[in-house]
Structures are given as structure tokens and as C-alpha cells.
């Protein structure tokens, strides 16, 4: 017999035993099935993922995405008042000019000054920023008052709720300095402006003057052609 005989028959497979054929099909068959199980499993949590996810508002990963950018925002804040650095400044040496004006034009797009148009607009205007300036809601607090008045907390026709809810102090003095710094600004831009005898008399009495001059700054720059027109006795 020659060597190449004698190694074919030494690398022959060797026939397996009917065991031993059953212990290889039950090992493949247990490895299927725990594979069918954990695609089971993930399927299982995907389901339920998306399920949570079709349960979310539809602008819930926008507000995710600002909340995640406010809060590194005001990390990025207090590192650099711990530093005793503007961060505004910081931040504006980091983006360029052209992305300055966009941030700019969308600020101003977002928060337009309209200008003064009546008095019920200035106040709705007034209304909206002291209602943007408060502070969140305190639950705890809201939930301890509920409970203590019972059906009394959200009034009615018949209920009598004088002298039930007493102010606390801290509220009283955030009120106090509210109403002072309303003050303060009223004075400031309702100063006595000083008389000039050389400016044209155009009103009536003071509170026409002080309306002419809104329009003048508002929309001056847009009538200044017309009123000359209407000056010289050239108008249309």
C-alpha cells in the first residue's frame, strides 16, 4: 500500500453514531430556537418603542433637542461667569458673521416690535411679557392648597372664599417689586420732555402732542414726502 493510500484512509471522516447524529441535531435545534427568541425579544421592544414613540407629540424630539441645547447652553453659561467671562461675547467670537445676522433676522422675525398702533395692543404687549417673566409653577404648593380647601379652591357661584387664602409674604414682596419696577420704567420714558418755542404747533392740547410724536417716530421716515408736498401746496 502506498503513503498516499495509507493517508486517505487515516484522514477518512469517521462515521458518527446514531447518538451522536441526535446530539449534533439537538444542539443546532437549540441554537435556532434561542436565536427565534431573542429575535422575538427584539422585536418585542421595538413594538414597544414605537408604540411610545406614536404616543409622543409630533414635535417632541424638536423640544428634546432645545432642551438638551438650552441646558449645555446654560452649563456652558456658569463656566464662564465661574471664569468671569462674557459669555455672550464668548459665544458670538465663535460663529461667523454671516451666522450672526441669520441669528439676528430670526430673533427679530420671532419677537417683532410692531411699534405703538393702539393702546390695546400695548397692553396685550405688557400682558405677554409679565406673563413670559413668571416663574414656573410650584406643584407641591398648588397640590397642599387644593387639599386644604377642597371645593373652595376653584370657587363659584355659591362659595365663599373671603378671608380663606391668606398671601404669603414672599409673593406680596414679589409684587411690591414688580409694581415699583413698572414705576420706574413708566418715569423713565414719561419724563417732562423740554419745551421748544421754535418747533411747529401741529396739536391741540398736551395728550394730541404726545400722539404726534409717536406717529413721527414710527412712521415719520415713511409720510416725510408727503408732508412737504402738503407744505409747499404740490400735493397730488
Do not use: C
Amino acid at each position: 500500500m502506498s503513503s498516499n493510500e495509507i493517508e486517505q484512509v487515516t484522514t477518512a471522516p469517521k462515521e458518527m453514531s446514531f447518538a451522536e447524529k441526535q446530539a449534533e441535531r439537538l444542539k443546532r435545534l437549540r441554537t435556532l430556537h434561542n436565536a427565534r427568541n431573542e429575535a422575538r425579544s427584539h422585536n418585542h421592544q421595538e413594538v414597544v418603542a414605537e408604540e411610545a414613540r406614536n404616543k409622543l407629540p409630533s414635535n417632541y424630539e424638536a423640544k428634546r433637542r432645545q432642551a438638551e441645547w438650552l441646558m449645555d447652553d446654560q452649563k456652558k453659561r456658569e463656566e464662564a461667569a465661574k471664569e468671569g467671562k462674557d459669555y455672550d461675547r464668548v459665544k458670538l467670537l465663535n460663529i461667523s458673521a454671516v451666522e450672526a445676522e441669520r441669528l439676528e433676522r430670526k430673533k427679530k422675525k420671532k419677537n417683532p416690535d410692531q411699534g405703538f398702533s393702539t393702546y390695546e395692543q400695548a397692553t396685550v404687549r405688557q400682558y405677554n411679557r409679565l406673563v413670559k417673566n413668571m416663574p414656573s409653577a410650584d406643584m407641591e404648593q398648588y397640590e397642599q392648597q387644593k387639599q386644604k380647601y377642597g371645593d373652595a379652591f376653584y370657587g363659584g357661584p355659591n362659595v365663599i372664599i373671603h378671608g380663606m387664602h391668606k398671601d404669603r409674604k414672599e409673593a406680596v414682596d414679589k409684587m411690591v417689586d414688580d409694581l415699583e419696577g413698572q414705576i420706574a420704567k413708566r418715569a423713565k420714558y414719561s419724563r417732562r420732555r423740554t419745551h421748544n418755542d421754535d418747533a411747529d404747533i401741529d396739536y391741540i392740547n398736551e395728550r394730541n402732542a404726545k400722539f404726534n410724536k409717536k406717529l413721527e417716530r414710527f412712521y415719520g421716515e415713511h409720510t416725510a414726502e408727503i408732508k412737504q408736498n402738503l407744505e409747499r401746496g404740490t400735493a397730488i
